[in-house]
């Protein structure tokens, strides 16, 4: 078993995180999540309603005895929801792990540390991430320019942003954007890293609760697959590529505006895909590491065949390496 700063910090067996994902992260993942020794979160916003997600939390609850986390994202909206409802679910619900994203997590500290609640941060920034920790989180999760849904705009790709961010941040660190398997964990660990979250692999597994055709298209695509829509607005997100994303690319390349591009990028489109199956009904995410995809095992047999390989990658191909050097 790999143990990290990251697994002893927030009680789990693994070094493994499936955050928070739109739509995607609903009790049934969660908890497969947790009963597998990882950690998930139940997207908050997902849920309609502060009620629906004590709910979602209750309904998680049934299924695993195991730690897991809501994933709590604040960004900037006509229309807001009512953060401070949701907020006060998580306290009241007892769940000991929220992961921040989205906004600064400084206004939300006090309330989830006075409930005995550790924060994971998410950041798409070194200096983002290390406002975080001077603001006391628990934890940051650095997001790489490989990752589905909001990169940031630096551009940074993992094999350098990870450990330029290992050099200054010194709580658990997590690393996203574009891990799938054993190899992306122990390159993770090697840079710097106490674990990884992954997003578009967990999408991919039995208890995704997604169509089982965008599972399948997520397996048949590869790592090109993927548009980098809002570029022009500096809010870019990558999702998968399709005739309404590729759309949206040409309108704002074209010097559209988001008004001409609002209807497109729908969120009610973009659950469609995935309640129905239709891959062109409207924009949904999808990382990278999709050309790393070649199967929908279980959240169990997912997990425990990516530690079991990491295992075995550090102590014999890597620790193979360093006998040959030592003859």
């Known amino acids: 078993m790999i143990s990290t700063q990251f697994t002893e910090t927030f009680g789990v067996r693994h070094p493994i995180v499936q955050g928070g994902m739109q739509w995607v992260g609903r009790a049934e993942l969660v908890a497969a999540v947790a009963n597998a020794g990882a950690l998930g979160f139940i997207t908050a916003l997902t849920q309609p309603t502060p009620e629906d997600l004590e709910r979602e939390i209750g309904r998680c609850r049934d299924l695993t005895d195991q730690p897991f986390g809501v994933n709590l994202t604040i960004l900037p909206s006509i229309s807001p929801p009512p953060y401070d409802e949701y907020r006060q679910v998580i306290v009241k619900s007892g769940v000991k792990i929220v992961e921040t994203a989205g906004s600064n997590p400084g206004p939300h500290l006090p309330m989830f540390h006075d409930a005995g609640i550790k924060v994971l941060h998410k950041c798409t920034t070194v200096r983002h991430a290390v406002k975080a920790q001077e603001l006391g989180v628990d934890g940051i999760s650095i997001d790489g320019f490989e990752c589905a849904g909001h990169p940031g705009e630096d551009d940074i790709p993992g094999l350098v942003l990870i450990p330029a961010a290992a050099r200054k941040v010194s709580i658990p660190m997590i690393a996203s954007g574009g891990f799938a398997d054993a190899r992306g964990l122990v390159a993770a660990l090697a840079l710097g890293a106490d674990g990884i979250n992954m997003g578009t692999r967990f999408m991919c597994t039995a208890e995704s609760p997604i169509h089982q055709r965008i599972k399948e298209e997520i397996v048949a695509a590869d790592e090109r697959q993927t548009e980098l829509i809002f570029r022009p607005l500096r809010n870019t997100a990558r999702v998968a ?46 990382g990278t590491c999709q050309g790393l995809i070649h199967d929908i095992p279980t959240v169990g047999e997912l997990i425990e065949r990516m530690t079991v390989e990491a295992e075995h990658l550090i102590t014999d191909r890597l620790g193979g390496m360093l006998d040959r050097v030592s003859v």
Not at 254 to 275: I, M, N, P, S, T
Request: aromatic letters at 6%; glycine letters at 14%.
């Open 241 to 286: 590529s399709n005739t309404v994303s590729r759309e949206v690319v040409e309108i704002l390349d074209r010097g559209g505006q988001f008004e001409d591009v609002r209807e497109l990028v729908a969120g009610a489109r973009g659950r469609k895909v995935f309640e129905l199956g239709d891959p062109e009904a409207g924009i949904w995410s999808a």
